[in-house]
C-alpha cells in the first residue's frame, strides 16, 4: 500500500533561518497535503499541492510527482513555526483516507 | 477557528474499564474519520461515516466502536480498554467522501494505567 516517509525526523533552527521538509511516497500523489500540528496536539492543513509550486506565506511547496516527492520550504522562521510537520496522501479510491508519513518535528530557538 | 470539537480532551482510566470519546462538527460537512496517533505520532486512521453511514473500517480491535447519531456527531467507544489503547484519538471532517481536505479536532488524549 502507499506508504509516506519524512525526513529529517527533527529539525533544530534559529530564528530567521529557513527550513527544507521533504517527504517521499510510494505511488503517484492524487492530493498531497501538508499539516501541522502543534505542541499541544492540534492538527491543522497548510496546503495541498498535487504537483508543482504552491505559496502560502511564508511556506513554499514543491511536489515532483514523477519523482515521488515534495518538499515544505519554510522562510525566515518563528518560534511560533515549532511543532510537527506532516505529510499525507489519500488512498486512491478514498481521498479522506489519509496515510501520514511520521513527522519532521520542527524546533526553532530564539 | 476550531469547527471541530471533541471531549474530554483527556482521560486517564484503568485496563478494563469503558471510555467514550465525543465528536462534533459545525462545518455542515458529510463525511467524519477517527484516527488514532500512537506514541511515535504516527497517524492511522480508524473509520470513516458518511453521512451517518460506515464507509471505512480499519483492521482495529472489536473493543472500539464508533457511533453516529447524525452527520455532525461521530463517537467512538471503547469497551474494556487495554495498555496499548494509550493513545491521541483526533476526529476530523470532511465535506464529502472524495474530498481529502481534512479539519481535524484538537484530540482526545487517552492513558490507560
Known amino acids: 500500500g502507499q506508504q509516506v516517509q519524512q525526513s529529517p525526523a527533527s529539525l533544530v533552527l534559529q530564528e530567521g533561518e529557513n527550513a527544507e521538509l521533504q517527504c517521499n511516497f510510494s505511488?503517484?500523489?492524487?492530493?498531497l497535503q501538508w499539516f501541522y500540528q502543534s505542541p499541544g496536539g492540534s492538527l491543522v492543513s497548510l496546503l495541498s499541492?498535487?504537483?508543482g509550486t504552491k505559496h502560502t506565506g511564508r511556506l513554499t511547496s514543491t511536489t515532483v510527482t514523477k519523482e515521488r516527492r515534495s518538499s515544505l520550504h519554510i522562510s525566515s522562521s518563528q518560534t511560533t513555526d515549532s511543532g510537527t510537520y506532516l505529510c499525507?496522501?489519500?488512498?486512491?479510491?478514498?481521498?479522506?483516507?489519509?496515510?501520514f508519513g511520521q513527522g519532521t518535528k520542527l524546533s526553532i530557538k530564539p | 477557528e476550531t469547527a471541530v470539537f471533541q471531549t474530554p480532551n483527556y482521560h486517564v482510566t484503568q485496563v478494563g474499564n469503558e471510555v467514550s470519546f465525543n465528536c462534533k462538527q459545525t462545518?455542515?460537512?458529510?463525511?467524519m474519520y477517527w484516527y488514532k496517533q500512537d506514541s511515535k505520532k504516527l497517524l492511522k486512521i480508524m473509520f470513516s461515516?458518511?453521512?451517518?453511514?460506515?464507509?471505512v473500517n480499519e483492521t482495529v480491535p472489536r473493543r472500539f466502536s464508533p457511533q453516529s447519531s447524525d452527520k455532525a456527531h461521530l463517537n467512538l467507544r471503547i469497551k474494556s480498554v487495554e495498555p496499548e489503547d494509550s493513545a491521541v484519538y483526533l476526529c476530523?471532517?470532511?465535506?464529502?467522501?472524495?474530498?481529502?481536505?481534512?479539519?481535524f479536532g484538537e484530540g482526545s488524549k487517552l492513558t490507560v494505567l
Open positions: 499541492n498535487p504537483s
Open positions: 461515516y458518511n453521512n451517518k453511514q460506515l464507509i
Open positions: 476530523a471532517s470532511s465535506p464529502d467522501r472524495d474530498t481529502g481536505q481534512l479539519y
Open positions: 505511488s503517484t500523489a492524487t492530493q
Open positions: 462545518l455542515g460537512h458529510d463525511t
Open positions: 499525507a496522501l489519500p488512498m486512491n479510491y478514498n481521498q479522506g483516507k489519509l496515510i
